[in-house]
């Protein structure tokens, strides 16, 4: 067998020129990386070339392996219920403003009869992140053993948990690229979202690649080719797969922060919040219910009966989260009211985005806290009249000195117009 020997100043100098990286240079430098042979500092130059001259899919395919090779690979095909295979179904998304679907998300789809293994991520750049939103929760952890997750699958169907021994590579990966400026990459993104669900072991699984000014991606070309890298990944792993493409040019919802994303999330559950949300949540739960062979189920009614908030409320408690506790929120308040009557216009995701970010809810260091209680509510969505003077935007913080740095990325991302504002649709496309 040959023998490569690599050095981490010759791989990223391979691609900083624009070439090729072996399978064999992939698999040592994710290795190396994984178990501190190569710096944090390598690490990063080697992103940033990775950013700048991208990877062809047969890179992106190794990386990916490689990354899943880094960690362990759950495996709940033995799974069962009431003497019944119980098929599990997964979701995740490229990263939007105000995404907090799969909050509700997951307790549906436990509801309607499948096990959710969901390995989530914290805040990326000017998107939030899942852990980061339910660690509002008092007490809720996201560390929990391979035991404790199967044992939640197989009793309450869910379990929303830090990737931690799945995938390494893309945790370390992950982090560097928040602070380095290296996340909105179409091969990082696709390797990163693939490793972690690839490794957790779901049967099946469905992407919600975000299109529009609040994705990483920027053109719907380049959401179409993620998408189809991801789906081609997928299926290539034996993980029937598919992508739907949504919507991110406007956030989610009417809140943007973690705890108060985790409040309306509770209010999805509870059969009412923002008609965008439910339209999202209900339509990814119909796509996993069917990729999980479930026939007759309707996620929908679950959000009116209860069901998905009882399931809720179980993997909030199993993971020791007190949802009878108050939520935090920033101490701080600042609200921008309307200068004039009329309708609301468009509001710019990525400036909500990182307003939020501003206000201290994301990550300018590596492992730096974020403030549970940060974030913007929004009064009027796009579309809804408004009368000057009324609020629109409420900005939330413990530190007031973030406030005009936060007002200033605001500033210029929303408007009033005369007349009706025309309403994108949420759901673009189905890539299978
Ligand atoms: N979600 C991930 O897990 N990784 C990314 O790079 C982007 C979104």
């Not at 981490?8 to 020129?17: G, L, Q």
């Not at 809810?361 to 913007?376: E, T, Y």
Request: aromatic residues 4%.
């Amino acid at each position: 067998m040959t023998q490569f020997t690599f050095d981490a100043p010759t791989v990223i100098r391979a691609k900083r020129d624009g070439g090729r990286l072996s399978d064999e240079a992939i698999d040592w430098v994710i290795d190396a990386y994984t178990h501190g042979r190569v710096a944090d500092e390598q690490m990063s130059a080697l992103l940033m070339a990775i950013f700048l001259r991208g990877m062809d899919r047969a890179e992106i395919s190794r990386w990916t392996t490689a990354m899943v090779a880094s960690g362990v690979h759950l495996d709940f095909s033995d799974l069962r219920r009431d003497g019944h295979r119980l098929p599990t179904v997964d979701k995740h998304s490229t990263g939007g403003v105000g995404d907090k679907i799969t909050i509700p998300l997951v307790p549906v789809i436990a509801a309607c009869g499948a096990a959710v293994p969901q390995a989530a991520g914290r805040g990326l750049g000017h998107t939030g992140g899942t852990l980061d939103k339910l660690e509002s929760i008092p007490g809720f952890t996201a560390e929990l053993s391979n035991a404790q997750v199967r044992q939640q699958l197989s009793e309450i169907g869910a379990a929303i948990f830090a990737a931690g021994e799945l995938a390494p590579a893309d945790r370390k990966i992950y982090a560097l690229r928040d602070v380095t400026a290296t996340v909105e990459s179409l091969p990082l993104i696709a390797s990163s979202v693939m490793s972690k669900k690839l490794a957790e072991g779901a049967d099946s699984l469905v992407l919600d690649v975000k299109v529009g000014r609040g994705a990483f991606l920027k053109t719907e070309a380049e959401s179409r080719e993620l998408a189809a890298t991801m789906v081609e990944l997928g299926k290539a792993h034996g993980v029937p797969t598919l992508a739907v493409l949504t919507d991110m040019n406007v956030p989610l919802g009417r809140t943007v922060g973690n705890a108060l994303e985790v409040a309306e999330s509770l209010e999805v559950l509870a059969g009412g919040g923002p008609s965008d949300v439910v339209e999202l949540t209900v339509r990814l739960a119909q796509e996993m219910v069917e990729l999980a062979g479930l026939d007759g189920v309707d996620p929908a009614q679950t959000l009116q009966d209860g069901t998905a908030m009882d399931r809720f409320r179980a993997l909030v408690a199993a993971q020791g989260g007190d949802l009878a506790a108050p939520l935090p929120i920033g101490a701080h308040s600042e609200t921008v009211t309307a200068p004039r009557s009329g309708t609301m216009g468009d509001i710019d995701a990525m400036a909500v985005g990182l307003t939020v970010w501003r206000l201290g809810a994301g990550r300018a260091r590596p492992g730096q806290r974020v403030q549970f209680g940060a974030g913007v509510r929004i009064h009027r969505r796009p579309g809804e009249p408004v009368a000057a003077g009324e609020p629109l935007f409420t900005l939330y913080t413990d530190t007031p000195e973030r406030i005009a740095a936060a007002m200033a990325e605001l500033d210029g991302g929303w408007s009033i117009v005369d007349g009706a504002e025309p309403i994108r649709p949420l759901i673009i496309d189905r890539i299978a």
